[in-house]
């Protein structure tokens, strides 16, 4: 599919309860054996603190997202999808870490 059709699978499902999203997850995009887009993904998700992504689920288990950050003019990009797969188990966070050490 492309990324279009994607984005409109994506706009027919219902939100995910945020309830289910606690834990962590394997997350796909489609860049797999292609370096540059590899680079291009990192960047667009990581070395920008403007991203906004929305979480659909299509199945149990399965999430379909769709993620856009700010362009220099103050709109935003064109939306980008990826899949997350789980939970594959729970969150462990900054407090359970804490606790786990005393």
């Excluded at 289910?20 to 995009?29: C, P, Q, S, T, W």
């Excluded at 489609?30 to 990581?46: F, H, I, L």
């Excluded at 999808?81 to 188990?89: A, K, Q, R, S, V």
């Amino acid at each position: 599919m492309s990324c279009e059709q994607i984005i409109e699978v994506w706009k027919t499902l219902p939100p995910a309860p945020l309830k289910e999203l606690n834990g962590h997850y394997i997350g796909l995009v489609p860049n797999a054996g292609d370096k540059t887009r590899q680079a291009s993904t990192t960047d667009y998700m990581y070395n920008d603190s403007t991203l906004v992504d929305e979480v659909r689920k299509p199945d149990d288990y399965v999430y379909l997202g769709v993620g856009t950050r700010k362009t220099p003019d103050g709109k935003r990009s064109e939306p980008g999808h990826f899949i997350l797969l789980g939970p594959t188990d729970e969150w462990v966070g900054v407090d359970d870490v804490k606790a786990a050490r005393k």
